[in-house]
Nanobody, 123 residues
Framework: QVHLVESGGGLVQAGGSLRLSCRAS????????MGWYRQAPGKQRELVGL???????NYADSVRGRFTVSVDNAQNTVDLQMTTLKPEDTGVYYC?????????????????WGQGTQVTVSS
């Protein structure tokens, strides 16, 4: 299975910045997609930013221009740099990966979610 370790997050005042990091491990051969989702209290999980294998990053309209997803394919890491944070950015942020893994002579496509990290933006 794919193992994800998230770091970063915390409490910040509105207008501030935070950086989240996520490292994936587990016989990974290639990355199909890596990115971040978030879930606010009482709401469904939503896309924040997702980098696909073609190098394109899709951002939610609410974060475009403020958040940046960066992927290091050699290290299997994905970071989320968040700037000009707003109270409505508060929530649990989840790392997401879609990777190709090798099992001896066989390959599988696997998806995995991180454990989630809390981001709280005070007004």
């Amino acid at each position: 299975q794919v193992h994800l370790v998230e770091s970063g997050g915390g409490l910040v005042q509105a207008g501030g910045s935070l950086r989240l990091s996520c490292r994936a491990s587990g016989s990974i051969v290639s990355i199909n997609a890596m990115g971040w989702y978030r879930q606010a209290p009482g709401k469904q999980r939503e896309l924040v930013g997702l980098r696909t294998g073609d190098g394109f990053t899709n951002y939610a309209d609410s974060v475009r221009g403020r958040f940046t997803v960066s992927v290091d394919n050699a290290q299997n890491t994905v970071d989320l740099q968040m700037t000009t944070l707003k109270p409505e950015d508060t929530g649990v942020y989840y790392c997401y990966v879609d990777v190709e893994r090798r099992h001896g002579e066989f390959y599988t496509e696997d998806e995995s979610w991180g454990q989630g990290t809390q981001v709280t933006v005070s007004s």
